[in-house]
């Protein structure tokens, strides 16, 4: 009798990424489906991108509330074009590249949004945590995608693009914009900074000659 091989659990690197595979009870359906209408990933991920610009101009309007709802409404947009690649067997290089930098787009029209918004009200911390939240998370996936080009792992972190979504939205729809900035801020540039050491400790394991001198 053979025996039977026991399922290898897999170890995930983020939060996101647990995530992502979880959702795909829920993603895959509704991908399978896409592809019979014959949607593109390509499609779903510029649909998402023009979706969450919408969401900017609603935040701008100063309708704070009804962003946070809409944002919450929008982002799984988001996952649904990778479950549709994966699906349908049309993931390509561009459409990675294009999903990333248009999430880079999206992400930051969101805060420049906010940041308009507190702007016209005179609210001088918001409008800077607003900008040093958008600097954190534009860190976060820059460090990221330099470290995986000189071959690094640089998935640690908490605050990836799902965690840094889900706090401002969750924050604008209990009404507390300012307490979710905070977080945003904070979070998001610490974890570059962590980002940064984890890449950092593996130079100096591939290379001691790497790791900085007293002069």
């Known amino acids: 009798m053979d025996k039977v091989q026991p399922k290898v659990q897999r170890a995930y690197e983020s ?25 593109h990933p390509n499609t779903l991920t510029l649909l998402g991108c023009l ?20 944002l919450a409404l929008v982002a799984p947009v988001d996952a649904l074009d990778g479950a549709l690649a994966r699906v349908s067997g049309r993931g390509s290089r561009f459409g990675a590249f294009l ?7 999206s992400e930051g029209v969101l805060y420049l949004c906010l940041a308009a918004h507190f702007l016209w009200r005179g609210a001088t911390t918001e409008v800077l ?31 990836t693009r799902l965690e840094r979504t889900a706090v401002l939205a969750i924050g604008l729809i209990l009404g507390v914009p300012t ?17 940064i050491l984890h890449v950092y400790t593996q130079a100096r394991k591939d290379d001691p000659s790497s790791a900085p001198r007293n002069q």
């Open 15 to 39: 939060f996101a990424e647990w995530a992502r595979d979880a959702a795909q009870v829920i993603t895959f359906p509704i991908a399978r489906v896409l592809n019979r209408w014959k949607v």
């Open 51 to 70: 979706l969450t610009v919408g969401v900017g101009g609603v935040l701008a309007s100063g309708r704070l509330t009804l962003g946070g709802w809409l």
């Open 99 to 105: 999903d990333s930098t248009l999430d880079r787009v």
């Open 129 to 159: 945590l607003a900008f040093l939240s958008l600097i954190g998370a534009f860190l976060v996936s820059y460090v990221r995608s330099r470290a995986e080009a000189s071959n690094f792992s640089c998935k640690v972190g908490f605050f």
């Open 179 to 195: 307490i979710a900035l905070w977080v945003l801020a904070i979070g998001s540039n610490l974890t570059a900074l962590w980002r």
